[in-house]
């Protein structure tokens, strides 16, 4: 790999000269990248397929003629928690709640933020690929179980095929199976078993 240009692209984004101990780290990182036991092998952030697998699942629902988005009962219970948006839950949302799309956006953005740092809790220096993580971050995004689901642990001990068996376990709302947590579990652990 020519590393040249990366290291002007963050040259330039830094404003400023490298000092040698960054440039020691960053050539330790890329001549690390290919060992399937890099220290940097642990994703902290959610790639681009862990969102669109979130956003296909999750939708913007409930667009008003007006553009605005309008706050829905869980499905699994007809009522709380109130959700809006790209299924942000919480405080002060509620039947009556009412968000622009920019609202919708930024919550999601930092609600990714707090889950992915969850699930790098919960998973520790476990080797994971990016898949992995963004299927996990998606699982704990619905679900809110990272730390207390066994495929967590079955990750965290590197059975990655019994981890991705435990998905389908999670398709319950309500005491009832919801088809679409069928499908959001299915397609999370396709993800999860992926190359990516």
Known sequence: MIRKPLFDLIR???GRPFRQD????????LDDL???DSK?????TIGPGGIALIKQFEGCARRRDDGMVAAYPDPGTGGAPWTIGWGSTGPGIGPDTVWTQDQCDERFARDLEGYAAEVADAIGDAP??????D???????????????SLTRLHRAGDHSAAAREFARWKYAGGRVLRGLVKR???EA??????R
Do not use: C, K, M
């Open 12 to 14: 330039r984004l830094l």
């Open 22 to 29: 960054e440039v020691d780290l960053i050539d330790a990182a």
């Open 34 to 36: 290919d060992d399937p």
């Open 40 to 44: 940097f092998l642990h994703p902290h």
């Open 128 to 133: 994971t690929t990016q898949a992995q993580f």
């Open 135 to 149: 299927a996990l971050v998606s699982f704990h995004y619905n679900t809110g179980a990272i730390g207390r689901a």
């Open 185 to 187: 579990r299915d397609a």
């Open 190 to 195: 396709q993800l999860y078993r992926s190359d």
